[in-house]
């Protein structure tokens, strides 16, 4: 897979759709690379707020734009099946014409849909356990006209994938990914490496990133794969924002966008996520630095 340098954007399905839409439409505009949503039931942090579901919000997104890669950063297992969400995903590759990236994760314990929606809520061993058979079986669908597969949890028999993807041999596959065990999985499964640092200091996320990395690289480097292949992507987050809502601090200048993300690149990140802004006076920056900076960091 190719190494350049991207520029993403991870936008909540937190509006009506038409106000959705534009928020869509205007990521592609500014020349972002990818732009993602979320997989959730409803904000699990807010839950009185608007909220569309994430695939179904994704298949209207492949229609509305013609060029950006989409994704969900990331998938949570305990919502579907896994030969159901390969189908879906095969029809958002057909309905975007070959743009799709499968994100896929564990999902969170502390998300309320599991008691509104009467699912279980399985321990994170658990959820572990069953992502590996979730996206081995995924990995098949997507990748074979037929195919059978039997684990400790999930069973496919004969199950039929037509018409094939439009990627081939099917959509790239990412894996959202924190703890050891999880990034051993990365390593074998994945294309890319999706993650992020709930640590309280931006030093100290740097830090938690780049000892996960190095961890990554050890476990290629146990099953004799480059660790050239898996591309790191990695969601900015400013924990500050996120715990009390309002600005995000990367947006307070296109100088602080560039001293922080810098530093990110600097560690061996390819793909950098960002969070649609979270309030108006944002967006100009935003938008500069979708226009001017991101440009001259890729150049």
């Not at 929606?117 to 098949?140: C, F, H, M, Q, T």
């Not at 999706?194 to 000892?211: G, W, Y």
Request: hydrophobic letters at 40%; proline letters at 6%.
């Amino acid at each position: 897979m190719s190494q350049k340098l991207q520029f993403q954007v991870l936008l909540l399905p937190n509006a009506p759709w038409a106000e959705l839409a534009q928020r869509f439409r205007h990521v592609e505009e500014l020349g972002f690379d990818l732009v993602a949503t979320a997989d959730h039931f409803v904000d699990w942090r807010n839950p009185h707020i608007p909220w569309l579901e994430g695939w179904t919000t994704l298949a209207a997104v492949a229609r509305e734009t013609s060029r950006i890669n989409i994704a969900t950063y990331v998938t949570q297992i305990p919502f579907r099946n896994p030969a159901m969400l390969a189908r879906q995903a095969l029809t958002v590759d057909q309905i975007s014409n070959g743009r799709l990236v499968v994100g896929i994760g564990t999902g969170l314990i502390e998300d309320p849909a599991y008691d509104m929606i009467g699912i279980p809520n399985w321990s994170y061993p658990e959820r572990v356990a069953r992502l590996k058979e979730y996206v081995e079986v995924v990995d098949l669908l997507l990748a074979n006209e037929t195919t059978t597969y039997q684990g400790n949890y999930y069973n496919i028999k004969d199950a039929v994938m037509i018409p094939r993807p439009i990627q081939q041999p099917r959509p790239p596959i990412a894996i959202g990914a924190l703890g050891p065990v999880m990034l051993k999985l990365t390593a074998r499964h994945a294309d890319i490496w999706n993650s992020l640092s709930f640590a309280q200091t931006f030093d100290a996320q740097l830090q938690e990133t780049r000892d996960r990395m190095n961890l990554l690289d050890e476990h290629c480097a146990a099953i004799d794969r480059d660790p050239k292949t898996l591309r790191r992507s990695y969601v900015v987050l400013d924990q500050q924002s996120r715990d009390c809502g309002g600005a995000i601090a990367y947006y307070a200048s296109t100088d602080a966008f560039t001293e922080m993300v810098e530093r990110v690149i600097e560690i061996g990140i390819t793909e950098i996520v960002l969070h649609y802004p979270l309030v108006e006076r944002e967006m100009p920056v935003f938008e500069q630095i979708a226009t001017e900076i991101i440009p001259t960091l890729k150049r």
